[in-house]
């Protein structure tokens, strides 16, 4: 390709407006992993991030240190200000979930999951860092273009008109990159394991009794399936941080994508993990592919609404 | 490697520092958990558990997986710093009873993963190791 080519495709993938309803789908998803992580912390607060934690605040300074973006490191160390701290967190991401004040909220709600992970990074999982991740690149995408609060007040003071305006993708392309970088780092990293070469990495992970979840059938457990199972992951996640990119393949290893993540879902038990990463997903599929897929899904409730009317007249 | 110095302070600043290595390179070839022995002044002990994921319902692995990842990180010699914090916890929740909190032992239990070629799994024996003891101070239970 001529460098003048490129740089036009480049441009054209970057910056070519489009539509941002994919990507108003997933602050909608993201939101509400958010609220799901910090509910289910919600027991253990201050056990974490307390005064009196596990990991004290000066002990996680001093095994990471550096100055971080921690707004741990600037409140009072009490157990009002951290219980606060939480409802903020809480009460931000569920405004960025129903899209008011969109960018504040995402500053908020990156600046809270920042602190929250810096302050106890022994207890973060993948998710956590993709999400977190993820966060930082919704706070300079047009995530409340649309299906929020915030166009609704736009559209009835006349800021705007009943259709959607396509706008730059930058932001969404990095989150995509983000999702695409974290499959090929993965299998990057099983790639030089022995393990993963000689087929026996399930093996050891399905017998971890401590992520054990739902009981698997037996026949999944012979060593000829788990080895088959990990070169087929190996290649799923090449698949998916490369192949990914060629529009031709996409959809199909999305699907790929759905069934192995729940797959682990079921099988393993990483809270909120597989969830996580799913929600990019949404970023990966034509707007007008959402728009038909609701459009079905609004007709099926109508017709069952109707069927469900005629039985009960 | 030189940029990577160069750029690594900018990310750990900002949260945008990652690593995806699930699993990876190898994953882990043990079972292992982590307990502690609570010694009272009065001279009685205590078996105290961190919270086992295979031992919970549903529900609460779901809700308590935290511990499961801190425990994976507790046990490791590399993560000695984050003992004492560990004691002082572990102090601060078995203080109730009228004999106060005298020392506290962090153990570490561990079963190997072993394949056989008939792909049976049999749970090797376990292991167990005491990696580190903490005297309580009357401060630390305040």
Known sequence: MRPGKLAEAWNTFFFAPQSPIPLSLFRIVYGGLVIATLLMLRPAWLDWYGPHAWVSL?????????????????????????????????????????????????VIVFLCLTSIHQRNLFITH?????????????????????LSVDRLIRVRRGNEGPVVEARSPWAQRMIQFELA?????????KAQGVP???????????????????????????????KLGTWLALAL???????????????????????????????????????????????????ADLRRAWHWLRGRAHAIAGERAVLSA | MAYRNFIRPYFVWSGLFQSWDPFAPTPKIINSYVEAIVIYQDGNTRNWALPR??????????????????AENLKEDTNAAIWPDAARFIARHNSNGPSPVKMVLLVRYWSFIVPRPDGEYVPAPWDEHVFYSYTVQPEDLQ
């Open chain 1, 196 to 226: 993963w070469l000689d087929g026996t990495a399930l093996y050891y992970v399905y017998h971890l009794d401590e992520l054990r979840r739902f009981p698997l059938p037996a026949w999944f457990l012979h060593p000829v399936i788990l």
């Open chain 1, 181 to 189: 970088l974290l499959y090929f780092a993965a299998f990057c990293s």
């Open chain 1, 237 to 287: 996640e090449f698949s998916l941080g490369v192949l990914i990119w060629i529009r031709k393949l996409r959809y199909y290893l999305l699907a790929l994508g759905v069934l192995f993540h729940l797959f682990l879902e079921y099988s393993l038990n990483i809270p909120l993990f597989e969830w996580d990463v799913l929600s990019a997903y949404i970023l990966f599929i034509d707007a």
């Open chain 1, 58 to 106: 000066s002990t996680m300074h001093q095994v990471e240190p550096g100055t971080r973006l921690n707004l741990f490191m600037l409140i009072p160390q009490t157990t009002a200000w951290i219980e606060a701290f939480f409802w903020v967190c809480l009460g931000s991401a569920l405004l960025l979930t129903i899209g008011f004040l969109t960018k504040l909220n995402t």
């Open chain 1, 126 to 146: 993948g998710g956590d860092t993709f999400l977190r991740i993820a966060g930082f690149f919704l706070i300079f995408a047009p995530a409340g273009a649309a």
């Open chain 2, 53 to 70: 994921m295979e031992q919970l319902s549903l529900t609460d692995r779901y809700f308590q997986e935290r511990y499961r990842k801190y």
